[in-house]
């Protein structure tokens, strides 16, 4: 599988566990940026709204780079790796590591 599909497939899965995450309430909201976009590029494909307030940008990967994990953490921004067979529940419960505290 080509890593362009990849990449979509997790960043679905992603979307669709923020969005159960928005629905059971324990995230304000989120968004997704549009490809292309300055955040896009910067590295961030969703914002995540915490229910305690402020900003989680995420990177969504479909494989695992500890350089890319560094690299976007020196951003500031979180990092995510979704693999192509992880079912949306693992993706879930990744999600909320990321929250944490911010739940």
Request: charged share 35%; aromatic share 12%.
């Amino acid at each position: 599988m080509e890593a362009y599909k990849r990449g979509k497939i997790a960043e679905n899965k992603v979307f669709e566990a923020l969005e159960e995450l928005k629905k059971e309430g324990l995230i304000e909201n989120f968004g997704q940026t549009f490809p292309f976009s300055e955040d896009d590029l910067w590295g961030i494909d969703f914002i995540i709204l915490p229910k305690k307030g402020g900003i989680i940008p995420l990177q969504v990967k479909s494989s695992y780079r500890e350089e890319n994990k560094r690299r976007y953490f020196r951003k500031g921004i979180r990092y995510i790796v979704v693999w192509p067979n992880q079912d949306k529940e693992d993706v879930k419960k990744n999600l909320l590591k990321i929250l944490g505290d911010r739940l």
